[in-house]
């Protein structure tokens, strides 16, 4: 498997833009989460995915900030309007439920995000 | 609330050298506990995954260690190598949480040549 993928991984746009970040989640994985990463904060979870229900939004900044997962084998992170402190990586992961590697996260490589 | 400590946040060693890096948490009640590595621009690789009911598991010149009861958990690392150098993060799963981590601050570790 490829691993899981996200795309774009650097995106450079501008105070007001709609940004969309994707994701395929390996194939088979059940729970899919997005992170944000900053120095000042570090990792965050913003929200997570069980066989493509939202089940915990908690994370998710404010309203700005809205994900969907469509089906199993992708999901979307959207900001809109993007302003600068949106700026930091984001990461996908997903993970599978069941025997023995229960819980174990996969990351992808990333979305790098500036907002000018 | 749990919360996740890495200590050192950085460590600079000469090659060779055997290290271990630490993780501790504050709420017991886990489902298992997971190491990561980070390099500079790159996502999280996973290294160990440890269960619960697990007292430690190894993967060539890792391991880690896991003791429940004092919210602690141990990396080693044998024999550095400079291409150790990243950054390792812990996490841990709640047994009430669903599949939401809680991650430490990572120590950023370079190794020497």
């Known amino acids: 498997d490829a691993g899981v993928i996200q795309s774009p991984r650097h995106e450079v746009t501008e105070m007001g833009q709609e940004v969309t970040l994707r994701c395929k989640p390996i194939?088979?994985?059940?729970?899919l989460f997005w992170y944000r990463q900053t120095m000042m904060r570090g990792l965050e979870l913003l929200i997570y995915?069980?066989?493509?229900?939202?089940?915990?939004d908690s994370g998710m900044p404010e309203d700005r900030f809205s994900a969907k997962m469509p089906n199993a084998s992708f999901s979307t992170l959207k900001i809109q309007p993007s302003e600068p402190r949106d700026s930091a990586v984001y990461f996908c992961a997903s993970s599978l439920t069941g025997g023995s590697v229960s819980g174990e996260l996969f990351f992808g490589e990333g979305s790098r995000l500036t907002v000018l | 609330k749990q919360e996740v400590t890495q200590i050192p946040a950085a460590l600079s060693v000469p090659e060779g050298e055997n290290l271990v890096l630490n993780c501790s948490f504050t709420?017991?009640?886990?489902?298992?506990l997971q190491w990561f590595r980070q390099d500079p621009g790159k996502g999280l690789t996973s290294l160990l995954l440890?269960?619960?009911?697990?007292r430690e598991q190894t993967s060539g010149r890792l391991n880690a260690s896991l003791d429940k009861s004092s919210g602690r958990s141990t990396l080693y690392i044998a024999a550095s190598q400079p291409g150790d150098s990243a950054t390792y993060l812990c996490?841990?799963?709640?047994?009430?949480?669903?599949?939401?981590?809680?991650f430490g601050g990572g120590t950023r570790l370079m190794v020497k040549p």
């Open positions: 194939s088979g994985h059940d729970y």
């Open positions: 995915f069980n066989n493509n229900v939202p089940i915990d």
């Open positions: 440890i269960q619960s009911s697990q």
């Open positions: 709420d017991s009640a886990i489902y298992n």
């Open positions: 996490a841990v799963r709640p047994d009430n949480a669903g599949n939401m981590l809680t």
